[in-house]
């Protein structure tokens, strides 16, 4: 079993007490009293947390994944949008990039999980529209609201939950843009531009996409190197 997923139909009342956990695998353990969104962050702060697989809550749902992650169509591809949104970042200087492994909240989504990259304005931190969350010990290890743009790098296992429902819980959650690679197979990528209600996905001029988030244009390719494995690039130009 490649991923799994525990959905709970409702939330307990006080006089209840949840004890059943679910093994994974025999390699992780979503606990019983991880009922509702607020115990869910709760846990994904704790000791108690795996330190390897990808979880995340999607409205009710304890998602599960503990498949290895491809070097090449997923590792690869969120390295090189890493590296290229930085140099974006650093010549813009317009907010904070963060890569892999930053919690992303949002309460009236119902959401909390951790895209292959977000971004967020430094004016949305100002107005109150994310908020940096502090850990208990020291430093900052969420953040909480309407980021300005997630990255998603759909994998085998991860497809139904990158492409219907993020696509939806996203938007809820009030993001601007929201990013979708898929590197498998025939590369596909796209920006979902925030509409009224839902994502519109952004049309590509000459085959480039727009990023008004980041005020540039961005286009996808995927060639063979020199042993014959996949090299996506994110290349980005100017807007026109």
């Known amino acids: 079993m490649a991923s799994a997923i525990a959905t709970t139909s409702r939330k307990p009342t006080a006089a209840e007490v949840i004890r059943t956990q679910v093994l994974i695998e025999d390699r992780a353990a979503v606990p019983g009293w991880v009922q509702d969104l607020d115990s869910y962050r709760a846990w994904v702060k704790s000791d108690e947390f795996p330190q390897s697989g990808e979880f995340a809550f999607l409205d009710g749902t304890v998602w599960v ?11 690869g591809v969120r390295m090189e949008c890493g590296g290229v949104l930085r140099n974006v970042n650093l010549e813009l200087d317009r907010g904070y990039l963060f890569v892999d492994g930053a919690l992303l909240s949002h309460p009236d989504a119902n959401l909390s999980t951790e895209p292959d990259a977000l971004f ?27 980021a300005d743009m997630t990255l998603e790098i759909v994998s085998p296992t991860s497809a139904r939950k990158d492409m219907e429902m993020l696509l939806d819980l996203y938007w809820r959650a009030g993001v601007t843009e929201y990013w979708l690679i898929d590197a ?56 026109s």
């Not at 001029?205 to 690039?233: C, H, I, K, M, Y």
């Open 120 to 146: 967020v304005l430094y004016e949305s931190i100002k107005s109150g529209r994310i908020k940096l969350i502090e850990g208990a010990d020291e430093g900052y290890v969420e953040l909480e609201g309407s």
């Open 65 to 75: 994944d503990l498949t290895m992650e491809q070097l090449f169509t997923h590792n």
């Open 184 to 239: 498998r197979q025939e590369l596909s990528f796209r920006i979902y531009r925030r509409g009224r209600k839902k994502f519109q996905a952004v049309k590509p001029l000459d085959g480039w996409l727009r990023s008004e988030v980041f005020g540039r244009s961005f286009q996808a390719t995927s060639e063979g190197d020199a042993l014959g494995n996949p090299r996506f690039r994110l290349l980005v130009r100017q807007v």
